[in-house]
């Protein structure tokens, strides 16, 4: 039986303890609103929600799930011992939808990125609140190369080694692969993972992992990991951390990055992810992180008070911000952040060239096959049948 760590922080005089396996989730105690996320975002939500609570009386928890909190969360909310609001990522919104884990809310766009609220909309629903937004970019150690900005990856290769670093490129691969990291290696070779019906949804049927541009850049990945570029040594526990002890000459990682490089003290500059020579532009992940009110929430009127003032002005993002630095989705605190931090919004920048993961449900059955595939392939498997197979294998489970 896989244990699940489950931290709980109560902000507002509430306790909670750890849970094992079993199905366990944390226990809500007396709160009157309970939100579960991932470690980072608790920290960053405690002190913001302490003072919301407080100031209306109330009293709220925020849970931090370690693992696997979409599926716990799901879980949890069919068995109605879930949370009222959980924090999750827009490509989770298909899949929600799909289980009725959450209800469409009620919120004013003005403001607030309308990209954003595209990408957690479904079925013509809005169904998160968006606070952040994110993508990849490119940190150059400048201690390590004299091209801040490589217009192509050769050109990015050939600058790395000629700094005579360890390692040209940290981009976490890992045993099992990345999918989320590699994508904007996986566009420019020219793959994608659904193709468009004409009314521009996603066509699920069409599915470019083992078509012509999946192999292509398939091909190109697998050339990076003969060349020593790609590691599947170079993983999620230690790419940042090589980059910041001077390891690499470059790191494809996101905003949530900077904090621990500054504390290292590397000299760097963030640049756009470039792409092939002669083939298409790097195309990152474009991600957005929102907060999604569960349908059996034990107290839903006040989550639907929370996403309306989590939006309504910018007191709760700011703070959050100030804990865990995110490019935010609302535009007034956008342009705070270009005077006080424009390193970190040079990501909002990033972001136009970025393009939003499906958040279609299908999009379940893609992270692990392609991520799986990559990995193989930069540990020097045939790039063709292994592409085809894992092409295959969304095929069957989406079909």
Same mark, same amino acid.
């Given at each position: 039986?896989?244990?699940?760590?489950?931290?709980?922080?109560?902000?507002?005089?509430?306790?909670?303890?750890?849970?094992?396996?079993?199905?366990?989730?944390?226990?809500?105690?007396?709160?009157?609103? &309970?939100?579960?996320?991932?470690?980072?975002?608790?920290?960053?939500?405690?002190?913001?929600?302490?003072?919301?609570?407080?100031?209306?009386?109330?009293?709220?928890?925020?849970?931090?799930?370690?693992? %696997?909190?979409?599926?716990?969360?799901?879980?949890?909310?069919?068995?109605?011992?879930?949370?009222?609001?959980?924090?999750?990522?827009?490509?989770?919104?298909?899949?929600?939808?799909?289980?009725?884990?959450?209800?469409?809310?009620?919120?004013?766009?003005?403001?607030?990125?309308?990209?954003?609220?595209?990408?957690?909309?479904?079925?013509?629903?809005?169904?998160?609140?968006?606070?952040?937004?994110?993508?990849?970019?490119?940190?150059?150690?400048?201690?390590?190369?004299?091209?801040?900005?490589?217009?192509?990856?050769?050109?990015?290769?050939?600058? !790395?080694?000629?700094?005579?670093?360890?390692?040209?490129?940290?981009?976490? &691969?890992?045993?099992?692969?990345?999918?989320?990291?590699?994508?904007?290696?996986?566009?420019?070779?020219?793959?994608?993972?659904?193709?468009?019906?004409?009314?521009?949804?996603?066509?699920?049927?069409?599915?470019?992992?083992?078509? !012509?541009?999946?192999?292509?850049?398939?091909?190109?990945?697998?050339?990076?990991?003969?060349?020593?570029?790609?590691?599947?040594?170079?993983?999620?526990?230690?790419?940042?951390?090589?980059?910041?002890?001077?390891?690499?000459?470059?790191?494809?990682?996101?905003?949530?990055?900077?904090?621990?490089?500054?504390? +290292?003290?590397?000299?760097?500059?963030?640049?756009?992810?470039?792409?092939?020579?002669?083939?298409?532009?790097?195309?990152?992940?474009?991600?957005?992180?929102?907060?999604?009110?569960?349908?059996?929430?034990?107290?839903?009127?006040?989550?639907?008070?929370?996403?309306?003032?989590?939006?309504?002005?910018?007191?709760?993002?700011?703070?959050?911000?100030?804990?865990?630095?995110?490019?935010?989705?609302?535009?007034?605190?956008?342009?705070?952040?270009?005077?006080?931090?424009?390193?970190?919004?040079?990501?909002?920048?990033?972001?136009?060239?970025?393009?939003?993961?499906?958040?279609?449900? +299908?999009?379940?059955?893609?992270?692990?096959?392609?991520?799986?595939?990559?990995?193989?392939?930069?540990?020097? +498997? %045939?790039?063709?049948?292994?592409?085809?197979?894992?092409?295959?294998?969304?095929?069957?489970?989406?079909?």
């Amino acid at each position: 039986m896989k244990r699940l760590a489950v931290i709980a922080v109560a902000v507002v005089g509430l306790t909670a303890g750890l849970t094992a396996c079993g199905g366990q989730t944390p226990d809500r105690g007396e709160a009157d609103l &309970v939100i579960w996320a991932d470690a980072n975002r608790t920290g960053a939500l405690q002190a913001p929600l302490k003072a919301w609570a407080e100031k209306n009386g109330l009293t709220a928890v925020v849970q931090t799930v370690a693992t %696997d909190l979409q599926a716990n969360f799901v879980t949890a909310n069919e068995a109605k011992n879930g949370p009222d609001i959980v924090i999750g990522a827009q490509d989770w919104t298909g899949k929600l939808v799909q289980n009725s884990a959450v209800v469409p809310i009620q919120i004013s766009a003005s403001g607030v990125s309308q990209t954003a609220i595209d990408a957690v909309s479904y079925g013509g629903q809005v169904y998160g609140a968006p606070y952040a937004i994110e993508t990849l970019g490119l940190f150059v150690n400048n201690a390590l190369t004299d091209n801040a900005a490589p217009a192509t990856i050769e050109d990015m290769i050939a600058a !790395g080694r000629a700094g005579g670093g360890e390692n040209v490129l940290c981009l976490q &691969v890992g045993e099992s692969g990345d999918a989320y990291h590699m994508q904007p290696f996986f566009t420019s070779g020219g793959g994608y993972i659904f193709g468009a019906n004409s009314d521009g949804s996603y066509n699920t049927a069409d599915i470019g992992i083992g078509a !012509g541009g999946g192999v292509q850049a398939a091909t190109k990945i697998g050339q990076l990991g003969a060349e020593g570029v790609l590691k599947t040594s170079i993983t999620g526990d230690n790419s940042q951390q090589l980059f910041n002890q001077g390891k690499c000459a470059y790191l494809v990682s996101g905003p949530w990055a900077l904090a621990d490089i500054r504390k +290292a003290g590397i000299d760097f500059t963030l640049s756009p992810i470039p792409g092939f020579a002669g083939l298409d532009p790097a195309e990152p992940p474009l991600g957005v992180h929102a907060f999604f009110v569960a349908s059996n929430a034990k107290s839903p009127a006040f989550a639907q008070q929370f996403v309306n003032d989590l939006l309504s002005d910018i007191t709760i993002t700011r703070a959050m911000n100030d804990v865990d630095a995110r490019v935010p989705a609302q535009d007034a605190l956008a342009d705070e952040l270009k005077t006080s931090d424009p390193v970190l919004m040079q990501f909002l920048d990033l972001a136009e060239s970025a393009k939003a993961l499906p958040s279609i449900p +299908a999009m379940d059955a893609v992270w692990s096959p392609l991520g799986q595939a990559e990995a193989a392939v930069v540990g020097g +498997a %045939d790039p063709k049948s292994t592409f085809e197979a894992a092409g295959k294998e969304v095929a069957n489970a989406v079909q």
